[in-house]
């Protein structure tokens, strides 16, 4: 079945780091893509998507690539700042009304 | 600019008691899901609908129901409380299905225990 697999955290990093997390998938069909943000205390946000394969998501200095023949949509950004710290979660959904998400891996950033 | 609202954010349940998570959005989407988050399982779906008076199963549906009589609204409701339904729940909207890769814009959740 339709399954997402996430690195697991904890991740703590220093101010400026480079920071990646990666996620895989498993899926029928052709899936987009996303990863979602919470902050603590809150719900999930749309951080970026890829609807196919090579499209490249990008928002708040964050990127994602779609690599179909990896089948991979690993997370990065450059330099983390502190206000970056919060849970990340991977997510695929195909042609079935559904969200896989991906455990969650949580970022703290230290200045 | 409320979005997607959902109440109570907190609430503590004895064994056997029912409940409903209210949750209500104000952008006109025809799709609505609620999804619960327990620890180290990421979310998993509980029910969806994808317009008024239809709903349909997710992957943990059982010991909830769900009705939607409007667009606007899609409770939640808990049966007969267990200690498993201990979580944090989520409710979910998108403009349409969320399979074409459309925006879904979360709840700020609500966080259930049951002793």
């Known amino acids: 079945g339709d399954s997402v697999t996430q690195m697991e955290g904890p991740v703590t990093l220093s101010e400026e780091a480079f920071l990646t997390i990666n996620c895989t998938y498993t899926?029928?069909?052709?899936?987009?893509l996303f990863w979602y943000v919470q902050y603590p205390g809150e719900g999930l946000q749309l951080l970026l998507k890829a609807t196919k394969a090579d499209d490249k998501g990008s928002n708040k200095g964050f990127e994602a690539t779609y690599r179909k023949e990896t089948t991979s949509f690993h997370l990065e950004k450059g330099s983390v700042q502190v206000s970056d710290s919060a849970v990340y979660f991977c997510?695929?959904?195909?042609?079935?009304?559904?969200?896989?998400f991906g455990t969650g891996t949580r970022l703290t950033v230290i200045p | 600019n409320a979005g997607v609202t959902q109440t109570p954010k907190f609430q503590v349940l004895k064994t056997g008691q029912s409940m409903t998570l209210q949750c209500a959005q104000d952008?006109?989407?025809?799709?609505m899901s609620w999804y619960r988050q327990d620890p180290g399982m990421g979310l998993r779906l509980i029910h969806y609908?994808?317009?008024?008076?239809?709903?349909d199963q997710g992957e943990v549906p059982n010991g909830y129901n769900v009705s939607r009589s409007t667009t606007e609204d899609f409770p939640l409701r808990l049966l007969s409380a267990a200690p498993s339904q201990t979580s944090v729940y989520f409710c979910?909207?998108?403009?349409?299905?969320?399979?074409?890769?459309?925006?879904?814009?979360f709840g700020e959740g609500s966080w259930l225990t049951v002793v």
């Open positions: 952008m006109n989407h025809e799709y």
């Open positions: 979910a909207s998108s403009y349409s299905r969320q399979a074409a890769g459309n925006t879904i814009y």
């Open positions: 609908s994808v317009g008024a008076g239809i709903t």
């Open positions: 899926a029928t069909g052709y899936p987009s």
């Open positions: 997510a695929l959904s195909t042609g079935a009304n559904n969200l896989f």
